[in-house]
């Protein structure tokens, strides 16, 4: 999912980000801050090493942040409660759904357990 794609999904009307660049004898430093909050400082040592601090702060903090952008009432992740194990096919279904659209997808345990239960259904509808 590219940047255009999430920003566009936001319910906000600007993200700003504060990037400073220094020095402090021979190591350089980036310093990247969102909306004039409390920022991070992380050490580079290339340009490869800057831009994947900035690409990960943008992705993991800056578009995720504040919380209630997230629409997380139906996130299975968020609700704390993450048994499935009574879950039938059309819920798991409808959540699979629902997680297709987050940012997190790809990185989330809970999707593999949604996936294994509806691997379950399945074979127990073979049956």
Not at 9 to 15: A, I, L, P, Q, Y
Not at 111 to 125: F, G, H, K, P
Request: with cysteine; net charge negative; hydrophobic share 30%.
């Amino acid at each position: 999912m590219d940047i255009a794609h999430i920003l566009k999904n936001k319910s906000t009307d600007s993200v700003s980000i504060e990037v400073e660049i220094y020095r402090e004898g021979d190591k350089a430093f980036l310093f990247i801050a969102q909306n004039g909050g409390t920022g991070y400082t992380y050490e580079v040592h290339d340009d490869e090493d800057l831009m994947k601090h900035i690409s990960n702060y943008i992705c993991n903090n800056a578009l995720l942040v504040p919380i209630d952008l997230l629409n997380t009432g139906s996130c299975y992740y968020s609700r704390g409660n993450t048994d499935c194990s009574k879950w039938q096919k059309d819920r798991v279904n409808k959540q699979l759904d629902y997680c297709g659209n987050c940012t997190r997808y790809w990185n989330c345990h809970n999707v593999t357990v949604l996936n294994d239960r509806l691997q379950e259904l399945d074979n127990e509808s073979e049956e």
